[in-house]
């Protein structure tokens, strides 16, 4: 299963954490679910990559402007979540400061200079980094996959309505068992 990647998008602690500046309960609700998928996934040596929202301290950034301050470097904020341990040594980092994972960062690249081809995607927010994500993976031709059990927004309502639309448009939805039986069958390949 070398051409497929786990993406784990911005499970840091201003959004996971009941102190964060963000924090939604739901997000600490699917950490457990994630931790599981990232275990098995290295189980099956899938590349691991974790997408870190992190704004600069003390510069200007326009996605600031309209929202509440977050993810500020320096703050402990955009630490990933000590949950979900970060193997240095295999695992990519990558920081990025919009929506999508894709946009302003060399996430593109490190896919395909590893040839991935699948992409399962976990983390927060369905409505909007999970969902620009995937978007951004679809149109770059990778075969996405979101695990319905490791996404979250503040609102279910608004976490299913996307779901929805992804397995319609845009790649995959499967529960984290569905996606265990699919790597023990090979059917990530």
């Excluded at 996307?162 to 265990?180: A, C, M, N, P, W």
Aim: proline letters at 3%; hydrophobic letters at 40%; aromatic letters at 8%.
């Amino acid at each position: 299963m070398n051409n497929t990647a786990l993406i784990v998008v911005d499970m840091v602690k201003d959004f996971t954490d009941p102190e964060g500046l963000v924090f939604y309960p739901q997000n600490r609700e699917i950490l457990p679910n994630i931790k599981r998928v990232l275990d098995e996934c290295r189980k099956h040596d899938i590349l691991v990559i974790f997408m870190q929202h992190s704004y600069r301290a003390g510069k200007f950034d326009k996605n600031l402007v309209n929202m509440r301050s977050n993810c500020i470097e320096g703050t402990g904020g955009d630490a990933i979540d000590p949950m979900l341990e970060v193997n240095s040594e295999k695992d990519y980092v990558i920081k990025k400061r919009r929506y999508s994972g894709f946009f302003g960062t060399d996430l593109d690249m490190v896919l395909r200079e590893n040839n991935i081809k699948n992409v399962i995607i976990v983390g927060t927010k369905t409505n909007c980094c999970i969902r620009a994500t995937v978007t951004d993976a679809y149109y770059l031709d990778y075969n996405p996959i979101v695990v319905s059990d490791c996404v979250a927004t503040n609102d279910e309502v608004v976490n299913q309505v996307h779901l929805t639309d992804i397995r319609k448009y845009l790649g995959k939805v499967v529960t984290s068992q569905e996606l265990f039986d699919l790597m023990d069958k090979g059917g990530l390949a």
